[in-house]
């Protein structure tokens, strides 16, 4: 596809379970971000990749969440032993390179019972 | 660090009138600054952006934004707005400057347009 493609698009989980959010990048593009958005805010930066290196990550709320992307294309963000305040969209961005604008998937809404 | 804040949280106006939606940034350095807008269940699309240059940008769907750096304000306009511009708009901003995080986007709280017939 062309765009940004994140799935699943909804994930309900319970309290302790983890759970893995899938980013498919457009094509050819370096740059991958992932955000948290919470209900009523505006997006918030987790952590970024160029390629296979995650270079900033000093935005992931604690140690339960990972996030890879082995092969400088797909990425996976993981949230392990789930907590009710993790319930956000995550959304997923690429770009061509480092600063150029950011193009945003249409979000995982993640919802922990 | 930056910080954005868009000043109104809802904005509702009527069909064919103009609209304006507020934005103003604080940075310690030169940023550049984008609008978005996320229709319901959506991502994020990029309406416009400012990085350099004059200070009137023009985006898609009619919009555009004026950069006035004295005021540090990118606010957002339309001259005539239709029922589906309704949505969440957004304001972003990241430093300019080569090295460091200039790649973090930092958001503002988001202001929901509402057109009304």
């Known amino acids: 596809g062309a765009g940004v493609s994140q799935s699943p698009r909804y994930k309900v989980a319970k309290r302790g379970q983890d759970v893995a959010l899938r980013c498919d990048p457009i094509?050819?593009?370096?740059?991958l971000f992932w955000y948290q958005q919470a209900l009523g805010q505006g997006p918030e930066f987790l952590t970024y990749?160029?390629?296979?290196?995650?270079?900033?990550k000093s935005g992931l709320p604690s140690d339960r969440f990972f996030a890879e992307r082995p092969e400088g294309s797909v990425s996976t963000l993981k949230i392990q032993r789930t907590q009710q305040e993790d319930s956000a969209v995550y959304l997923c961005?690429?770009?061509?390179?480092?600063?150029?604008?950011?193009?945003f998937g249409d979000g995982t809404r993640l919802s922990i019972l | 660090a930056q910080s954005v804040t868009q000043l109104d949280s809802q904005v509702p106006v009527f069909e064919e009138a103009p609209v304006e939606l507020r934005c103003n940034y604080s940075?310690?350095?030169?940023?550049?600054l984008f609008w978005y807008v996320q229709y319901p269940n959506q991502g994020l699309q990029l309406l416009l952006k400012?990085?350099?240059?004059?200070?009137l940008v023009k985006g898609i769907n009619g919009f555009e934004a004026e950069f006035n750096k004295s005021q540090t304000s990118f606010h957002l306009r339309k001259p005539s707005v239709h029922i589906s511009d309704t949505a969440e708009y957004f304001c972003?901003?990241?430093?300019?400057?080569?090295?460091?995080?200039?790649?973090?986007?930092?958001f503002g709280k988001g202001t929901l347009l509402t057109v009304n017939p």
């Open positions: 961005a690429s770009s061509l390179e480092v600063r150029t604008p950011q193009h």
């Open positions: 094509s050819g593009h370096v740059s």
């Open positions: 990749f160029q390629n296979e290196a995650q270079l900033d």
């Open positions: 940075s310690s350095v030169s940023v550049y």
């Open positions: 400012y990085l350099s240059g004059s200070t």
């Open positions: 972003a901003a990241h430093p300019s400057n080569s090295g460091g995080s200039n790649y973090k986007l930092t």
